[in-house]
């Protein structure tokens, strides 16, 4: 018997896995980014939260004597 197969291009295999590694290497770059901003957003959003949410801040209007 004879075994029918179909001849198995090299360099479209090579292409094949070339194009998956390509999308795996920038879906963990995008992965990656995405992670980095949003620990740039965090930081940033717990600054600007901090500056304005205490309530340290006195202003010397009422212990100025001006009588």
Do not use: H
Request: net charge neutral; with cysteine.
């Amino acid at each position: 018997m004879e075994k029918l197969s179909t001849p198995e291009d090299p360099s479209q295999k090579e292409n094949i896995l070339s194009t998956k590694c390509r999308i795996l290497l920038w879906s963990w770059v995008l992965i990656l980014i995405s992670i980095i901003i949003s620990a740039i957003v965090i930081v940033i959003f717990i600054r600007y939260q901090s500056s304005f949410s205490s309530t340290d801040i006195k202003y010397d209007i009422g212990n100025n004597s001006f009588l």
